[in-house]
């Protein structure tokens, strides 16, 4: 093997929802830690199973995220569905119309490596964003202002970017579009929309696409996606020199995500950036699952609504939280129950060394002296093979190690 496999299974922590088994070695194999960055990013994702049921009493999108997420080779653009996801936020918890949210998830799967401008375009008068931040019935005569607040403190330029002039202005000139609630579409009633060009972020706009470009036009917007991009990737807030250099690649590179994403993964401080962050539920729930052998997309769904991220219900405009606070203990309260007769289970029970064994079916290369040690005392007190692999196994996904990305 060429890559380390600590450094292989850090880039698929990252970037996919992984590791899952065999992947590892598959990305160690490269030549070069760079050469499997580059076979990642130019990997096609597999092709998308059929579309779920739409029907308005059923979850069935939630279940088939899940699984597409479970399946190896779904790849970079799924980790990037789901940043857009928490970035780009609706909820159907006020959107209550499968179709509708199903068409925004479709948006964001096929901008998810594309153009920002192009994306932030899309989204804005997508009829599940128009329903969220009630701007499905905003006219000239009275804007609603959320969703204009919203395009520039969360989607596209972070706070102290704008001023509340702004913001009403930003409003004017996003009005105009009518939700048709019962079809689930949006189209633009030019008669309740700006009649004249209002000042804007330092320019005159008088329609949505015009607000939505002097966003991305603006410089704090490279910025803003750069630094947010960033954290995600490498878990940790990039310096402002770094921030600075990547907004400028970003904005030379006419907004492209793709071109970023890879200067990210790519950048000589990427593979040192190990450990320092959670692996949040959505994350955790699929690699340990993954690990298991189970695709079980409702034990997921239940252990996800437990630890409070569950797919297309974000708690807030915001999207999820990020820091610490997820390895709360109640959740690894929660992770060992998921191993319980797993199909796993049998490979690790026959295996000369089971510890060695669980370790690599986690995927974790990266492990204390103290959790190898609690792992080796509780497997020699467990006489039976099965319970004393499925043992280790709960005890190795409940392990700070696996909790991390």
């Known amino acids: 093997m060429a890559v380390d496999r600590v450094l292989a299974a850090h880039l698929l922590r990252r970037a996919t929802f992984g590791p899952f088994p065999g992947q590892v070695a598959a990305a160690a ?3 070069t830690f760079d050469a499997a960055v580059a076979a990642l990013l130019a990997a096609a994702p597999s092709p998308l199973p059929a579309a779920p049921d739409l029907t308005l009493k059923g979850a069935a999108p939630i279940s088939w995220w899940l699984e597409r997420m479970a399946d190896p080779g779904a790849g970079l653009t799924e980790k990037l569905t789901w940043f857009w996801h928490g970035h780009l936020t609706s909820s159907r ?24 401008r192009t994306l932030l375009q899309a989204v804005t008068v997508d ?8 701007g499905g019935r905003s006219t000239a005569d ?18 102290g970017s704008y001023t509340q002039a702004d913001v009403t202005a930003g409003a004017y000139g996003l009005s105009g579009w009518r939700l048709d609630r019962f079809t689930g579409t949006a189209r633009f009633m030019p008669a309740n929309g700006p009649r004249h060009a209002v000042t804007f972020l330092g320019r005159q706009v ?44 970003f904005r030379a590179g ?24 959670p692996r949040y539920p959505v994350e955790w729930v699929m690699a340990a699952m993954g690990a298991f052998g189970l695709s079980n997309p409702a034990a997921a769904t239940r252990y996800l609504i437990a630890a409070g991220q569950v797919p297309f219900r974000p708690p807030s405009v915001a999207g999820w939280p990020t820091g610490m606070g997820w390895l709360a203990p109640s959740l690894a309260l929660a992770r060992d129950a998921v191993a319980a007769k797993a199909p796993a289970i049998e ?22 002296d103290r959790t190898v040690a609690a792992l080796r005392s509780a497997a020699a ?4 093979a099965q319970r004393r692999a499925s043992t280790i196994l709960g005890l190795t996904v409940a392990s700070p190690e696996f909790a991390l990305a």
């Open 206 to 249: 008088s329609s949505s696409t015009e607000v939505v470009d002097a966003v991305c036009d603006h410089s704090d917007c490279a910025l803003w996606i750069a630094g947010k991009l960033h954290a995600y990737l490498a878990g940790e807030p990039p310096t402002p020199e770094r921030r600075a250099k990547l907004a400028t690649l």
């Open 347 to 368: 490979a690790v029970a026959g295996a000369q060394d089971p510890v060695s064994a669980a370790l690599e079916r986690c995927s974790l290369f990266e492990v204390s």
């Open 381 to 384: 007190g467990i006489g039976n």
């Open 93 to 116: 918890a006020k959107v209550n119309d499968w179709a509708a949210l199903w068409r925004q998830h479709l948006l964001l799967r096929t901008h998810a490596l594309g153009n920002f």
């Open 29 to 31: 194999a490269a030549p």
């Open 127 to 134: 009829p599940a964003m128009l329903w969220y931040l009630d």
């Open 142 to 159: 009275a804007p609603n202002e959320n969703y204009a607040r919203e395009l520039m403190e969360l989607f596209g330029l972070g706070r």
């Open 254 to 277: 006419n907004l492209e995500i793709k071109p970023l994403v890879t200067a990210i993964l790519a950048d000589p401080t990427f593979p040192t950036a190990r450990l320092n962050r």
